[in-house]
């Protein structure tokens, strides 16, 4: 059902700004915390991605990439992942 993946650059500063996030509006030590040694705590976080949101984001890029866009690119991406045997299988 879900896949695990170490944090890539983009989902790490995705992920720091929240964190940061939460420290501004919350005050949160263990916030703090894990900012003051980013290096070595954004190493304990894991990404966890459901399977059929991961073949959906596939799906939307391989659309822009055949030149789909917005609503278009959905649709197309909507359907593929619909065809898909995996998605029927549970893989």
């Not at 003051?36 to 966890?48: G, I, S």
């Not at 866009?69 to 619909?82: Q, R, S, V």
Request: proline content about 1%; glycine content about 4%.
């Amino acid at each position: 059902m879900v896949q695990l993946f170490q944090i890539d650059a983009e989902s790490e500063a995705e992920l720091k700004e929240m964190i940061e996030n939460h420290l501004r509006y919350t005050g949160s030590r263990k916030a703090r915390l894990l900012l003051r040694d980013w290096d070595a705590a954004v190493k304990k976080f894991v990404c966890v991605l459901p399977n059929d949101y991961r073949r959906m984001m596939q799906a939307i890029r391989k659309a822009h990439q055949e030149g789909f866009t917005g609503e278009e690119a959905l649709m197309h991406a909507f359907e593929a992942n619909y065809r898909d045997l995996a998605r029927v299988s549970g893989n």
